[in-house]
Each structure stands twice: as structure tokens, then as C-alpha cells.
């Protein structure tokens, strides 16, 4: 077939036709017909391995256009998600588990983020401590200086996206703070990214610390925000909105969760504050869900199908009564706090009420025995970022998989080696990759930390 | 409206006329082929040029050897046939490629070496043919599933301009990329 161009070479070429002698490779592809080859690969393909062919390839795939080609061409995709938590182990050691398995998604998409947070993030010297879409705040390490009265701490932190491997060291800060460890802070990272805006600034993240300060109630509060816009820590003062007359920060959890511009953290009477670090003076509070157990705190914080969700498992473990787990969703949200004097508008509705002794298990009964018997001991681990029926639980060294629909419980996965106290695993953070993975900027010195 | 009989045979005339209207396309190296034009206009680009009034005797294609106008010549005209045979049974509802003939006539059109491959893509770029830039762009893309850079460049001649030192950061951070 393709001797058919030696034939008709014979005719005489005239002095403007050129005769094609060289290879046509690749390389002599326009940058446009590029990325039409590109854009059909996944996603792991195209962020791990094409990034690094070559710096023409590197340099047509890190750009917002790209971006955009990319998501338009893989209008269905999954959104996979990881669940990231510590735990003691049986020597008391802190342990990362990260989860990689799912009921529908290939397993090898996140088993290579998996194996790179281990191999960073030593759970004990270091922890990550909030999450944001793809991007986790880790903190490296703390170091209390002893020497000054009140005490003050140095923390380091990185930003760092596990899927593409981006890592990002924060400028060290000063905190007030009574602790050698970092736990006590409250935390939360916010970030966005808008491939549909080819701008340079058009992916963006905000850090902020909430110092913690004595356990009264307070109605103003410091913070510490980090600017991915200008590289640098500032502080404010933020005052609570009018009509709230005070509050205190709840015990856990202690990472503040993403929603609608806002961070939000638990404080008390199971109320919710929320604080947006792109305007530091405007600062809005949740009411309660109305069917809350009294006296008790709310137990997970979460998001799921982009909105605010929250849980609460009431009487138990130390009561008679049979146990419940209860899920609401926040709905009409309304940003603009100052219509409503300072309470955000936005309503927690009762999703699901589900008592334990309802729940069976196919797989594994004696799931559905355990929860029913006088003390069990049950955590809620996190939500499902989009499924609004299922919510992860850990029970005797499980995660198990809650359908508050079909009302089943089956077990998820393991967690290996894990020792007493097993059952007061910190709340896990979600990692969820979206369409297109969040960029970081990069340190003017080079690519990594 | 005339009578449904002789509009039916009016409509094939006019049909027929249309069908034998030819252009000539002549490639870089001075070779002229003599297409229907109804083939050669599944090139937008030289759809414009003939809407535009602009094919005189005949339309220059500077960027195309007569060997890979040849070829494309051949995809235009098997699947402007597919399209105009537009009985249901063609338009498949079982919507399994592998039973379309086409999908089969594709697959058999673009085991070429490379070279082909890529001036192929850069034809039907250049002449603007959706369907075979969706063809060789795919058949391109499936050659890099699974490659590790590495292999990638090997496999397209693509020339690594990180340096060393570069590459072992790369390295460093990415070795499950690199599996």
C-alpha cells in the first residue's frame, strides 16, 4: 500500500514542491493537534506520566486551556475518593491508613497516592490536618519554644496534592500556643480552581489557624491566614456577628470543612461558625438541627453531593435507650449572613434516622450483633462525597460501609495492627479528585519542597 | 407540486448530477486526482474553498504528498458510501462497533507505520476531516496507553530535554509514575 509514493515520485518535481525525505514524528505535531491526542487518554496517564516526556509536553498540559479541553472530553467521570486517617496501633504508635478500595472504582488509581502519603507523611512526627477537593494541609512538624512566656509555637506546613505529587512548603509561623504538639490548633484549608479562567491567579487556596485559646466563651477570635495570592501570613481579629453573644470552640473535630466560600468549624451547642478567609471580617454561625440529642455534641462534619452534611448518634453508648444514628443536610445556605444579623440563613433537614437495632449486614451478621449489643462502641468515620446513602462508621477495627437507605452495614475494609483505643480514631479527612486536578504554584527556587 | 412520480424522477436526476460533479485535488508533489465532489467536500477545508468559488480547475494542497492524499482520498470516499447508504441497517441500533464494518475498515486503514500515521493526522488537521483526526488521533493515543515516559519517547522519538538533575527530582517524587 505505501509504495504507491516511491511510484509517483518518478514525476518531475518543480522547484517549489518540496520532497518530503524527513520522518514526520510527534515532535512535528502543531501544539492544538497535540492535545487532541492528549485529552483521550485517563487522567493518571495524562497528570503522571505525559507531564514528564518532555518540557513542550509539560508546558501544553499544565495550562487552564488544556484543563478545560480535557474535562470537556471526559464529561462522566468518577470522582475518586480516599478516606484519610490515623490511628494507634497495638505498640501505641500512630498509624496513616488511607483507603484505596471502593465498590465501583478501579483500586490502582489510588493506591499510588496511598503509597507516596505513607511514604512522606510520617503519622508520628507529622500529621495532615485538613483537606480541600485534592489539596491536604500537612503539618510537618512543631516546635515549641519553651523559652517564651506565654508560650508560643512554630508550625511548618504543606500544601500538598497527592495525586499529581505537588508539594508546597508554607512559610513557618509563630503561633500562641500552650501545646508541643500542633493537635490543639484548629485548621482549614480552602482552595478553588477555575480552568475556565485563564488567568494567573486562577487557582487559589487559603490557609487559616485558629490559635487555641482558653476554653471560654469568647466573642472574638484570632486567626492566622495564609495567602496563596500574596505568599505570605497575615493575622486579624475576627468579631462574631452581632447576635451571636459567644461561643467556644468545640473539642473536636478539629479541621474546619469547605463550604460556599466559607470554612466551618464545630463550636458549642452543636452549632456550626463559619469564617471566610477571603474577607476577614465577615464571619456567620449555624443553629443546631432541631432533632439533635441534647447535650450532646454533633459527630461528623462532612460534605456530600456539595452540600454541608452532618451526623449525630444519639443514645448510646452509656444510656439505655436504643441507640440512633441521625444524618441532616444543610440546605438554602444564604452567604449574605448580614440579612439574617449574623446567623447564616440555611436550615440543617433530617435526612436519615436510622436506630442500630434496624441494621442488618449480608455478609457479615455478626456486624448487626455487635451494634445492638449493651456497649457498643461505634464512630463515625466520614460521609460519601456523592452518594448521599452511604457513610463510612469504624467498628472493631473496621471501616464499615452504612447504607442509611437499605439500612445494611458491610464491612469496607481493615485497619491493620490497630490497638486499644482504637475506637477514638480522629475524624478522617476526605480526598476527593475532582475533573481536573488542582495545581499548586511553584516556589520561584524550583518544584518541590 | 407535480405528480409524485415525476417529482421522484426529477429528484434522481438531480441527484445523479450531483453525484458525477468532480473537483481535482493536486498534492504537493504535483499529482492530480479526479474526486466526486461530494467526496472531496468531507474536507471542510476544501468545502470552503469550493463554496467560496475559489476551485478554478483545480485546488492546490501543498501540505499533501500524493501518497497520504491517496489514502485520504480512499477514507473519504468509503465512508461518504457508509453515509449515503443511510438504510437502518447500516446505522447500526445494535451500536456495537465491533459488528459495524466500518469500525473494521478503520482499524484496517490505520496499521501504517508512524511516519503515515503522523502525516495522516497532519492531513486531515490540515484539511480539516473530523473523522479521520478522531481516527489517527485515537490510533495514536491507544499506542501510549500504559507507557511509562520513558517508553513513550522511545516509542515516538520524542527527545527528553530534562536535565539529569531535573529528571532525578522527577524520579524521586513520581517513581510509582514511573512503574
Given at each position: 500500500m505505501d509504495s504507491s509514493v516511491d511510484s509517483h515520485s518518478l514525476l518531475q518535481p518543480s522547484c517549489e514542491v518540496k520532497r518530503k525525505r524527513s520522518i514526520t514524528s510527534m515532535n512535528d505535531l502543531p501544539d492544538c493537534v497535540l492535545m487532541e491526542i492528549l485529552v483521550l487518554l485517563s487522567l493518571p496517564s495524562v497528570v503522571l506520566r505525559c507531564k514528564w516526556v518532555s518540557k513542550r509536553w509539560f508546558s501544553l498540559i499544565t495550562t487552564p486551556h488544556f484543563a478545560r479541553r480535557f474535562v470537556t472530553q471526559h464529561p462522566h467521570v468518577h470522582h475518586p475518593f480516599s478516606l484519610i486517617f490515623y490511628y494507634p496501633d497495638c505498640c501505641s504508635n500512630q498509624r496513616l491508613h488511607i483507603t484505596t478500595n471502593s465498590e465501583t472504582q478501579n483500586e490502582s488509581e489510588l493506591k499510588p497516592l496511598a503509597a507516596y502519603l505513607h511514604n512522606k507523611c510520617d503519622p508520628n512526627t507529622s500529621s495532615l490536618r485538613a483537606s480541600c477537593n485534592d489539596l491536604l494541609l500537612w503539618c510537618d512538624r512543631a516546635e515549641q519554644m519553651v523559652q517564651h512566656c506565654p508560650p508560643v509555637t512554630m508550625v511548618f506546613y504543606s500544601i500538598i496534592n497527592p495525586f499529581t505529587r505537588q508539594c508546597l512548603a508554607l512559610p513557618p509561623r509563630l503561633v500562641p500556643h500552650p501545646h508541643s504538639s500542633s493537635l490543639g490548633l484548629r485548621v482549614g484549608i480552602i482552595c478553588s480552581y477555575d480552568y475556565n479562567n485563564d488567568n494567573q491567579h486562577s487557582s487559589s487556596f487559603r490557609v487559616v489557624l485558629i490559635p487555641w485559646s482558653i476554653s471560654k466563651f469568647t466573642t472574638q477570635f484570632n486567626v492566622h491566614i495564609f495567602s496563596s495570592d500574596t505568599g505570605e501570613w497575615s493575622d486579624s481579629v475576627v468579631l462574631c456577628p452581632p447576635n451571636l453573644d459567644g461561643f467556644k470552640l468545640s473539642l473536636t473535630p478539629l479541621s474546619a470543612i469547605p463550604y460556599k466560600g466559607f470554612l466551618f468549624w464545630s463550636i458549642d451547642g452543636a452549632r456550626l461558625l463559619g469564617f471566610d478567609p477571603y474577607d476577614s471580617t465577615c464571619c456567620c454561625v449555624i443553629e443546631k438541627p432541631v432533632q439533635l440529642e441534647q447535650f450532646q455534641e454533633i459527630d461528623c462534619l462532612g460534605l456530600c453531593r456539595g452540600r454541608l452534611r452532618t451526623s449525630q448518634v444519639s443514645g448510646?453508648?452509656?444510656?439505655?435507650?436504643h441507640p440512633c444514628l441521625r444524618v441532616w443536610d444543610l440546605l438554602d445556605?444564604?452567604?449574605?449572613s448580614n440579612n439574617n444579623g449574623g446567623r447564616a440563613g440555611g436550615k440543617w433537614c433530617l435526612k436519615h434516622e436510622l436506630y442500630f437495632n434496624q441494621m442488618v449486614s449480608e455478609k457479615s451478621p455478626w456486624l448487626a450483633q455487635y451494634v445492638t449489643r449493651i456497649f457498643p462502641f461505634v464512630s463515625v468515620l466520614a460521609f460519601h462525597p456523592s452518594d448521599a446513602d452511604i457513610m463510612y462508621l469504624t467498628i472493631q477495627s473496621k471501616v464499615v460501609l452504612c447504607n442509611l437507605q437499605s439500612r445494611t452495614l458491610e464491612v469496607f475494609c481493615d485497619i491493620p495492627q490497630s490497638g486499644l483505643g482504637h475506637h477514638f480514631i480522629r475524624h478522617a479527612l476526605t480526598f476527593v479528585l475532582p475533573s481536573w486536578p488542582t495545581p499548586l504554584p511553584f516556589t520561584e527556587t524550583g518544584w518541590h519542597c | 407540486m407535480a405528480s409524485s412520480s415525476t417529482s421522484v424522477v426529477v429528484s434522481n436526476k438531480e441527484k445523479e448530477n450531483k453525484n458525477t460533479k468532480k473537483v481535482t485535488l493536486k498534492s504537493s508533489d504535483g499529482e492530480s486526482f479526479e474526486v466526486d465532489e461530494s467526496v472531496a467536500m468531507e474536507s471542510q477545508t476544501i468545502k470552503h474553498i469550493i463554496e467560496d468559488g475559489c476551485a478554478n480547475n483545480e485546488i492546490p494542497?501543498?501540505?499533501?504528498?500524493s501518497g497520504i492524499l491517496s489514502r485520504v482520498i480512499e477514507y473519504c470516499k468509503k465512508h461518504k458510501e457508509a453515509a449515503g447508504e443511510s438504510e437502518p441497517s447500516v446505522t447500526s441500533y445494535t451500536s456495537n462497533s465491533t459488528t459495524n464494518p466500518l469500525t473494521e475498515w478503520d482499524t484496517e486503514f490505520v496499521k501504517v507505520d508512524q511516519n503515515t500515521l503522523f502525516d495522516l493526522i497532519l492531513a486531515a488537521n490540515y484539511l480539516d476531516i473530523k473523522g479521520l483526526l478522531d481516527l489517527t488521533c485515537k490510533t495514536v493515543a491507544d499506542m501510549m496507553k500504559g507507557k511509562t515516559p520513558q517508553e513513550i519517547r522511545e516509542t515516538f522519538h520524542i527527545k527528553n530535554d530534562y536535565t539529569p538533575e531535573e529528571e532525578a527530582e522527577v524520579r524521586k517524587e513520581n517513581q510509582w509514575a514511573f512503574e
Open positions: 448510646y453508648p452509656y444510656r439505655n435507650e445556605f444564604d452567604k449574605d | 494542497l501543498p501540505n499533501v504528498t
